[in-house]
Structures are given as structure tokens and as C-alpha cells.
């Protein structure tokens, strides 16, 4: 069998890795980038994608380089405990989640390929399914068939675009700031600052690192030099962090979901990660699901190698997940839309049940060993 990834991201790597030794498959992986695109910014990596990880043999690796999050926290910008909840109790005691830096998860996966064949700076100009074979020809001009195609090129995947045109998509924020920092004494969970302008997150990916998240409810109408304005003067250690914080050291991007998509893929091309269900990151499930979409299309290939029926399988078994998560990121938007004072007293009150519910469906992964 002769498989083609469509982009080197975390999907895409992790299947590239579930099939290093696999004999009979040759895999090919090509990646529009460079080299593995690794922007310095963090990943919260939830227990169900560390479950994954560890089933794949590289939960020691992801952990060392990582940093094991036990607890999240949730304050005002004056530093008032608004929630604290214990991780090993929202996962029922499963694998612990780690946060880590991305470039260091992409550095785990990619180290393990085996054989794959890697090109970078390459994409595809034309993928054209007949039914029986993928015919692809690539941004160089030269061509190949393959028996199936995996599109994990991300939320503006060019594959899902080939195969299905524009799926509309929902702009959620124009412009989120990520950046990392010396990690702060005071930090050793995954912690929230909120007021009524934003929200400032900080994790650390490691033992001398943080990673820090920061939303601006006036989002694209304050320039990037101002965008961590409303956390002048917070607490400490987001007061220091501002004082420290230069905007051409962070890493900006947009926040946008996929409209649903009634099957990941067509034919012999599968969608997986964000080019088949791309989300904002309210549950930090995007590494997750993208691991676990790896993990589930691997085992449906190992108990039927039938590539036909691949893309109907694979969706069966991943959208009820994804719509789970997808309703609950919706959730949580609206609560975060709602004014300060109302969505902080809701936290309060049922954030702990609330998120505890809505992890709960995601503690057992699909084809748990
Ligand atoms: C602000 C923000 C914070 C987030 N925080 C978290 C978090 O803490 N935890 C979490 O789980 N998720 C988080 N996410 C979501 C997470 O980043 C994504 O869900 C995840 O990266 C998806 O992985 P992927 O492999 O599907 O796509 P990507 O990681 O986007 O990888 C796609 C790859 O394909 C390549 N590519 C694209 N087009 C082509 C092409 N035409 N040809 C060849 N290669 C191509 C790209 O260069 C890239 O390397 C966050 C997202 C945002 C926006």
C-alpha cells in the first residue's frame, strides 16, 4: 500500500510514526514548509492525546520534554481564586496531561518515522481520485499514484478544498497573541487570568519555561502593541509579564471553526486534524483529536484493509467525538461572550460539574489497549 500525508503537522506525523515498521506500506509525507513547522508557541496536550501517546511508546519522551500539568486555576486579574480544579480528578485518575513546547512534540514524532519518505517544500497542484487510485501531481510537476491520500494540512488544508471546494468556515477572532517566557516562580498549573477585556492563560511547557495564551475581547480593533493593555497593572506575575512583553515576540494568529462536514474525506482521500475538523482551542483538543484521529485510522486499516470503505468507517467512528467537542467549545464561547461578572459567578458555581461533564465522554479513547 503506497499512502501520501498531506502535510507534516501533528496528524500527519503521528500517523507517518504509527507506520514506521509497518511492512508492505510505504509512506510518503510531504510538508509546504521548510522543515517541520514548529512556531515557538505551546501545546496543552489533554490525557486523552497523552493516552495516545502512550499507546504509541513515546508517553516517557513527551512527558520528559513536557511538563505534567496537575491542577488548573482560575483567578481575576487582582489574583482572587475564581476555580481550581484537580486534573487527576477531571480524567478519572487517566494519564496525566502535559503541556509542552510544539516544536519539542513535533522534534518526538518526527525523531520516530522510520522509513518515510519526507519532502519539504512541496505541496500538491492536483489530486484527482478515480475510484481505484489517487493520481497526485505536486507543486514540482512530477507525478505519483497512490492507493490512498491523507489530507492533514491543517484548517486551511488544500486537500479537504481539492476534494469538497470551499467548506465554509466561522471567524471566531482575528488575531490571538502566543509567546513563551522565563517561567514565572509562581506558576505550576495551567493558569487563567480573567477580567471583563480578556483572558491571560499561562502554562509551563517545562521546567524553565511558560507558555502564555492572551485574548482581547477588542480583538482586531487594538493594534498588536497594545493588545496586552488590559492586563497592565494585573497581578503579579501578569503585571511583570506586560512590563517584559514585546509584540514582535509573540506568535499571532486567527481563530476560526469548520463548518461540520457530513464525511472526512471522499474516496480514497481521508481528511484528518484540523483539515477535517478544524476548532478553536476552548477544550484544547485540536493535538488531541488530530492524535487520536491517527490512532483510529491506523486500527481501522489494521482490522480492514479495505481502503474503499475507509472514509465512511473513519467518520462513523470519530463525529459523534468531534460534534461532542465542537458543542461544548461552542458552550464555552458563549460563556465566555457573556459579561465578566456573570461568567466568573458561573464559574464558580458550576464550572467544576461543568467541565467534569464535558471531559468525561473523552477520558477512553477509541481502541483503548
Ligand atoms: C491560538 C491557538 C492555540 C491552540 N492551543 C492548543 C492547545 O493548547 N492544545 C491543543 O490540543 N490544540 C491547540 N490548538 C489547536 C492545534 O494547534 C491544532 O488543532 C493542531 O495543530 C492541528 O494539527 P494538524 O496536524 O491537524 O494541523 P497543523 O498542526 O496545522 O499542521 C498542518 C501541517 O500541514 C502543512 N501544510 C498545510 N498545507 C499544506 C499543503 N498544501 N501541502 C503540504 N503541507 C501543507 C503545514 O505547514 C503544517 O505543517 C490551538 C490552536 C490555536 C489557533
Known sequence: MRILIVGGGIAGLAIANLYKNKPNV????????????????SLYVTSNGMKVLEHMGLGDQVRSAGYIVNERVVYNTKGKTILKINLEDLWHRSNPCVCIKRKDLHTVLANDIGNAEVNFNLTTESIVEDGNHVIVTFSDGKQAVYDLVIGADGVKSTTRKELLGDVPMRLIANQVCRFIIPKPASISAWTLFLNNKGHFLIIPVNDKEAGCYVFNKNNDKVAKENYLDPFKNCCEPVNEI?????????????????????????????????????????????????????????????????????????TAHRKERVDWVRKCNQNREKLSNLPYWVSSIGLKLVGKKNWTAEYKPLVKIPFEK
Open 26 to 41: 510505504a509512506v510518503h509525507l510531504i510538508e509546504k514548509s521548510d522543515g517541520w513547522k514548529t512556531s515557538s508557541t
Open 242 to 314: 506586560v512590563q517584559n512583553w514585546k509584540p514582535e515576540d509573540a506568535y499571532w494568529s486567527s481563530l476560526e471553526e469548520l463548518d461540520p462536514i457530513p464525511q472526512y474525506g471522499k474516496g480514497l482521500v481521508a481528511f484528518i486534524g484540523d483539515a477535517a475538523h478544524a476548532m478553536p482551542p476552548y477544550m484544547a483538543q485540536g493535538a488531541s483529536l488530530g492524535l487520536e484521529d491517527a490512532w483510529v485510522m491506523y486500527h481501522l486499516l489494521e482490522e480492514d484493509a479495505n481502503l474503499k470503505t475507509l472514509v465512511e468507517r473513519f
